[in-house]
């Protein structure tokens, strides 16, 4: 099965269903010579395609991120381009699983910056997850992140509250274990 028809799989109906991704995403796992043609929809014009190749790449990539090398460029571009929030959700997700320069760090941050302004919840929360999550990387991200999620518990959302009480209980313990290190 080739990029195109993998994309075909991810095609009609609306927002609102998920569609064949979950199967499509088996059929990634499988042949991981397919997370192109999910890169390809999610740059393509359907807004339902785009969508559904971002779900279904980030559910072939959970356990193997590697399959993810080779088009961080893509992704970060996508995430500074694509405003759907469906995708922008995904991109957050899949920001974390990235292993990246520190250029492109750099470009991660600024983007998820934008995300957290984002309209949508799911986005901001999901901005603040991989900004965790790369401050538990490089510890050059803490300060920022641990600003960020400490903003987050004012937020107006009851579910961005929740996650960045449980972001605060991560980057606490990357900061504890970091003044352990240092002796003080």
């Known amino acids: 099965m080739d990029g195109s028809q993998i994309l075909q799989m991810l095609e009609g109906g609306d927002r609102r269903s998920v569609g064949r991704a979950a199967e499509v995403a088996e059929l990634v796992k499988a042949d991981p010579v ?31 991120p590697e399959w993810l090398a080779g088009y961080e460029e893509r992704l970060l571009s996508l995430m500074a381009a694509q405003p759907q929030q ?48 790369l401050a538990e990387r490089d510890e050059r991200w803490l300060p920022q992140a641990w600003k960020r999620v400490n903003e987050g518990l004012d937020a107006d959302s009851p579910a961005v509250r929740a996650r960045c009480r449980k972001l605060v209980r991560r980057l606490s313990r990357l900061l504890e274990r970091e003044e352990g290190e240092d002796g003080t």
Do not use: C, F
């Open 34 to 64: 397919r997370v192109g043609a999910l890169i390809a929809g999610m740059e393509g014009d359907d807004p339902v395609v785009r969508m559904r190749a971002a779900d279904a790449l980030e559910k072939a990539t959970r356990e193997r």
């Open 86 to 133: 469906e995708v922008a959700w995904h991109l957050a997700q899949l920001a974390g699983r990235l292993e990246l320069t520190d250029a492109q760090q750099a470009r991660l941050v600024e983007r998820l910056e934008a995300y957290l302004n984002h309209k949508s919840r799911i986005v901001r929360v999901h901005a603040l997850e991989a900004l965790t999550g």
